[in-house]
C-alpha cells in the first residue's frame, strides 16, 4: 500500500482529511505553504494576512513576535507531517529496507505532482536562508532534519543494518529526496524520484551482500 502527502491550496496533511481552522490555523496553513513555494525572505506578512484571511489583529493576538513565531510553528507543524509520513511508510514496510525506500520516493514524487511541482521542502528552503533566520529558526531546521532523519535511521537498523550503516543510509536517503525535490521543481516532471529508486535499491539501501536489480532491467 503506497502512502501519500495531501496537498490542497492551504496545507499539507499526512492522513489527507480536511480540517476545519480558525484564523490562528490558517495563518500557520498559508504560511507554511508560502514558505514552501516563495520561501521565508520573499513573504511578508502582508501577503501571509491577506491570503489567509486572517484580521489583523487577530494575526499579532496569535503571533505577537510577528513572521519569526509564525515560522517557528509553521515548521513544527511542518516537520509533524513529514514525520507522521515517514512513521506510517515505516509502519507499513516493516523489516523490508527496499520497500521502504521505494515508498518514500513515491511519496515525495506523488506530492510533488500534486503540488503542481510548486512546493519544495519547508526547511530546506528556510536552510538555504540561513543569513535571515534568528537562531530559534535555525534550531528548529536542524531538529527537524535530524528527528525526521532519524525515523528513517530507526527502520534501517530494524531491517537489519548496523548502526552505523542505519544512519548513513538515512543520511543518504534524506539528502537524495531534498535534492530530487529541486530537480524535480526545475524539470517539472518526478522521473528524479524513480531513477534514485532504482539506483538505491540496486546499491546503497539493498541488504549487506544482495543488491537488487531493478525490475525494470528483469523486465517486469
Not at 143 to 148: I, M
Not at 197 to 211: F, L, N, R, T, Y
Request: aromatic share 8%; proline share 3%.
Amino acid at each position: 500500500m503506497a502512502i501519500t502527502i495531501a496537498v490542497s491550496s492551504h496545507a499539507c496533511y499526512a492522513d489527507g482529511m480536511p480540517r476545519k481552522t480558525d484564523a490562528r490555523d490558517r495563518a500557520i496553513a498559508t504560511a507554511e505553504r508560502l514558505f514552501r513555494i516563495q520561501g521565508y525572505t520573499a513573504t511578508g506578512l502582508s501577503q501571509i494576512i491577506e491570503e489567509s484571511g486572517s484580521p489583523k489583529g487577530s494575526f499579532y493576538f496569535h503571533f505577537p513576535r510577528g513572521k519569526a513565531q509564525l515560522a517557528e510553528e509553521a515548521i513544527d507543524h511542518y516537520v509533524a507531517t513529514r514525520m507522521a509520513v515517514l512513521r506510517a511508510i515505516s509502519a507499513n514496510t516493516t523489516g523490508d529496507a527496499l520497500s521502504f525506500v521505494r515508498q518514500i520516493f513515491g511519496a515525495f514524487a506523488a506530492e510533488m505532482v500534486a503540488s503542481d511541482f510548486q512546493y519544495g521542502c519547508l526547511m530546506q528552503n528556510l536552510a538555504n536562508e540561513l543569513p535571515a533566520l534568528d537562531a530559534e529558526l535555525t534550531i528548529r531546521v536542524a531538529r527537524g532534519f535530524a528527528d525526521s532523519t532519524e525515523i528513517v535511521a530507526e527502520h534501517f537498523r530494524g531491517c537489519g543494518f548496523t548502526s552505523a550503516r542505519a544512519s548513513s543510509t538515512a543520511s543518504a536517503l534524506v539528502a537524495a529526496v531534498e535534492g530530487a525535490r529541486t530537480i524535480a521543481r526545475l524539470q517539472r516532471t518526478a522521473a528524479i524520484f524513480d531513477a534514485l529508486a532504482d539506483v538505491s535499491v540496486q546499491g546503497w539501501a539493498a541488504p549487506e551482500g544482495k543488491p537488487e536489480v531493478s525490475s525494470r532491467r528483469r523486465g517486469r
